[in-house]
């Protein structure tokens, strides 16, 4: 099992799979480097990006998340305009200083190669870092994956050979699952909610006040999130010169007179869910909840329906947050949450369902409510492509993430209306997801190359 916490990682947008996961698999393979001694014989190193990281990498950021991650700087305590500064000077110098001061030659134009033209068998995103000495000689060839939501793996362990440079974040928990049939039964037979389920199991990587402090770090982060969004104007980077909507759109329901409720309730949520992923598009500090490009949702549904007078109610976002990583840990373990494998069903679909989990149990709903939830949100986003116009993470996905929290609310409402158990399962519409994942077409999962990507002019 895994943590909730790692579920949840704060980073920079505009894509966990293709920033987060760089910047620490750059971390990590400077740290292997080091502690075999090989550091200091670092005189070149190249970065071989292959593809999905390749074909919509540009407008993802993740050559410059290379270059941030060879810096030195962390996804969770990064300062973006620090590491902005970093790029630009190492573009203009062409070298770069690695972490301890030390400085060599590199030409991101010359030593990140976009390599389009190759699909790795193991997962959709490839990096491939080498690193030589002052002769030309290899010391190092490191073949990583980026699997979705900043999580990573060496080509050793997706292959299931012995990998001593990766270091397994799961551990032996207390209720160990692996189907959302075996964590209802827990539920039955300690008489535990999902959260209580969760919580318990978090006790094997830390004490219960730090999960509290980790899970009120990310509401908070969310929230701090929703808020910057909504302060912001002007043109999101890139070609396609989105404006930013989320300020207007708050100033005009603020000066709403007489709202209808069925109109606000729409109208809040696809604010906050839009305020989020212009953020994200911009290369903002976001929580991948449970990718970046799906970081909208449950922060929208958390502000909407866990505030109380303008304060976050701590005790409901942590229960909101447990029962979503209960839900997310499942779709991490039986299928997949990356885009470049499922298609946006893997992000969007994934956030929704979890969204749609969490807020059933806050509402009241038992267990089997929550799966039910979490199967509703899901089984209507079966399919759903991954085609970003121009690789940038903003047509469609600002919008998509508005329209999936408001499913996640009515996932929900369906859920706690239902009379008995759902016809078709939790684990059954994961193990579908997982299937139309792989039977989709390469071009419809993030690699820009269908759909909406070609339909529509980017520039």
């Known amino acids: 099992m895994i943590s909730a916490l790692d579920l949840f990682r704060i980073g920079i ?74 790029i630009e000077l190492v573009q203009a110098e062409r070298s770069i200083t690695l972490p301890g001061d030390r400085q060599i030659e590199f030409d991101p134009r010359r030593d990140i190669d976009l390599a389009c033209h190759v699909i790795p068998e193991l997962h959709p995103n490839g990096m491939v870092l080498t690193a030589y000495d002052s002769a030309g000689e290899t010391i190092e060839r490191g073949e990583y994956y980026s699997t979705g939501g900043g999580f990573f793996a060496s080509a050793a362990v997706l292959s299931n050979a012995p990998d001593d440079d990766l270091i397994s974040a799961g551990r032996n928990v207390r209720f160990p699952f692996a189907s959302a049939a075996e964590l209802l039964a827990i539920c039955e037979a300690e008489q535990l909610s999902i959260a209580q389920i969760v919580r318990t199991n978090e006790a094997a990587f830390r004490k219960e006040s730090e999960t509290e402090e980790g899970l009120d770090r990310i509401a908070t982060e969310m929230m701090n999130c929703i808020h910057a969004g909504l302060a912001r104007e002007g043109e999101l980077p890139g070609s396609l010169r989105v404006k930013r909507r989320a300020r207007g759109i708050y100033e005009k329901l603020r000066s709403r007179e007489r709202p209808n409720e069925a109109e606000t309730l729409m109208d809040w949520l696809n604010l906050f869910a839009m305020a989020v992923n212009e953020e994200n598009a911009s290369g903002h500090r976001v929580v991948t909840a449970p990718t970046n490009g799906a970081a909208g949702i449950i922060p929208a549904v958390i502000r909407y329906y866990c505030y109380n007078d303008g304060v976050l109610e ?111 399962s939790l684990d059954q519409v994961i193990e579908t997801m997982r299937q139309t994942g792989i039977d989709m077409s390469n071009k419809y999962k993030e690699t820009s190359l269908g759909g909406l990507a070609v339909n529509v002019v980017a520039c």
């Open 13 to 86: 947008g505009p894509s966990s799979s293709h920033t987060v996961g760089p910047i620490r698999i750059a971390n990590a393979f400077l740290a292997d480097l080091s502690q075999r001694g090989e550091f200091e014989r670092i005189a070149k190193i190249t970065v071989e990006l292959q593809g999905s990281l390749a074909l919509t990498g540009p407008g993802h950021g993740t050559p410059d998340a290379c270059l941030m991650g060879l810096c030195g700087f962390e996804p969770e305590t990064i300062d973006i305009e620090a590491a902005r500064k970093t």
């Open 314 to 424: 701590t005790s409901k976002a942590r229960d909101f947050l447990l029962t979503a990583a209960g839900i997310g840990l499942l779709y991490k373990q039986r299928a997949s949450i990356s885009g470049a494998e499922m298609g946006c069903q893997g992000e969007v679909g994934v956030a929704c369902s979890m969204a749609a989990g969490g807020l059933a149990a806050i509402w009241g709903g038992e267990p089997m409510h929550v799966t039910t939830a979490a199967e509703i949100g899901m089984e209507h986003n079966l399919g759903l492509t991954c085609d970003p116009v121009g690789g940038l993470v903003q047509i469609p996905c600002i919008e998509r993430n508005a329209l999936a929290a408001v499913k996640a609310v009515n996932a929900a409402r369906l859920a706690l209306h239902a009379g008995s158990e759902p016809r078709v």
